[in-house]
């Protein structure tokens, strides 16, 4: 089975400062369509996940343009160029190639 | 508006079967691919179970398979994921949600806000 390795585990961010996620899959994820299955998830404090990016790069709708996804193949990266407090929550990658669909062990960003 | 009520969820003891449900709003299972995905206290998310409205097979983690069942009633506009020989590793928040696609097991963009299993004698 795929393995979806998130680092770093937890962050720190101060308000107005990037952060950067990072995600390596042990398989690649690019298809032969061009996209890279993988999406982006956020969990807020006692909330379900949210979509915030799918195939790799498209933000999902009402993502604000502050949050990017990148990468091909095996690394990926979701990017907040500026973060705010409403950023505060585990994010997650998942691979969405091929069955079992396996998510990354989570990222906590705090602010601080 | 788009909704996803889950329902079904409680105490069981070990062996034991539960069927939870998802009763959707404002769109039909028809129409779109569905997914179980499970949290257990304290950790990550898990995926469990998905399926195509267009129909097909279903997919299972090989953590549930031949243990979970994914279904649904058209008539009803509700999706169930039946289990069976639980044990204390299927304890979880059970989240139901539909990808943004019918066809594709990508973009999981409607979450429901999950029901509690607890498995445990």
């Known amino acids: 089975d795929n393995v979806m390795t998130q680092s770093p585990l937890s962050l720190s961010v101060t308000p107005g400062e990037p952060a950067s996620i990072s995600c390596r899959s042990s398989?690649?994820?690019?298809?032969?369509?061009?996209?890279?299955?993988v999406d982006w998830y956020l969990q807020k404090p006692g909330q379900s996940p949210q979509l915030l990016i799918y195939?790799?790069?498209n933000r999902a709708s009402g993502v604000p343009d502050r949050i990017s996804g990148s990468g091909s193949g095996t690394d990926f990266t979701l990017k907040i160029s500026r973060v705010e407090a409403e950023d505060v929550g585990v994010y997650y990658c998942?691979?969405?190639?091929?069955?079992?669909?396996?998510f990354g062990q989570g990222t906590k960003l705090e602010i601080k | 508006e788009v909704q996803l009520l889950e329902s079904g969820g409680g105490l069981v003891q070990p062996g034991g079967s539960l069927r939870l449900s998802c009763a959707a709003s404002?769109?039909?299972?028809?129409?779109?691919?569905v997914t179980w995905v499970r949290q257990a206290p304290g950790k990550g998310l898990e995926w469990v179970s998905s399926?195509?409205?267009?129909?097909?097979?279903?997919s299972y983690a090989d953590s549930v398979k031949g243990r979970f069942t994914i279904s649904r009633d058209n008539s009803k506009n509700t999706v169930y994921l039946q289990t069976h020989s639980l044990t204390a590793e299927d304890t979880a928040v059970y989240y139901c949600?539909?990808?943004?696609?019918?066809?594709?097991?990508?973009?999981?963009?409607?979450w429901g806000q999950g029901t509690t299993v607890t498995v445990s004698s």
């Open positions: 195939l790799g790069s």
């Open positions: 404002g769109f039909t299972f028809t129409t779109s691919a």
């Open positions: 998942m691979e969405t190639l091929q069955s079992p669909y396996t």
């Open positions: 949600a539909k990808y943004l696609y019918a066809h594709s097991y990508y973009g999981i963009d409607v």
């Open positions: 398989q690649s994820l690019l298809h032969s369509n061009g996209y890279s299955y």
């Open positions: 399926f195509r409205g267009s129909g097909g097979a279903a």
